[in-house]
């Protein structure tokens, strides 16, 4: 799998762009043409697989270009959080009931307006 990372920028109605870290560049009068170019850059140097690509504007005339080659799945990123420990676990337990329970106040508090809705 090859993750490939491009720095574009507009210059005299152009743009141009170089690979962060890396050797690869191209350049073309538009961003959906640099991003076809880019594409088959990416390609020429790893072609593992399938390709998933992410074009970010920055400001009007730079950008952020990713290129992902290979990897399989085709699914999203993921990201993961870690459980808490210690003494705080019980208190985080006892919130919601707290919630449950203002939740059924604010319930019996909405009042009959006088008319059938669906009637």
């Known amino acids: 799998m090859g993750v490939f990372t491009f720095v574009c920028k507009n210059g005299g109605g152009a743009w141009s762009a170089k690979q962060h870290e890396g050797e690869l560049e191209s350049s073309a009068s538009s961003t959906y043409e640099l991003q076809r170019k880019l594409v088959q850059v990416s390609l020429s140097a790893d072609s593992s697989g399938g390709v998933q690509s992410s074009f970010s504007l920055v400001s009007p005339t730079s950008a952020v270009f990713q290129v992902i080659v290979g990897g399989g799945g ?46």
């Open 74 to 119: 085709g699914g999203g990123f993921s990201a993961g959080g870690a459980a808490s420990s210690g003494g705080g676990a019980g208190e985080a337990a006892a919130a919601p009931k707290e919630d449950e329970k203002k939740k059924e106040e604010s319930e019996e508090e909405e009042g009959d307006f006088g008319f059938d809705l669906f009637g």
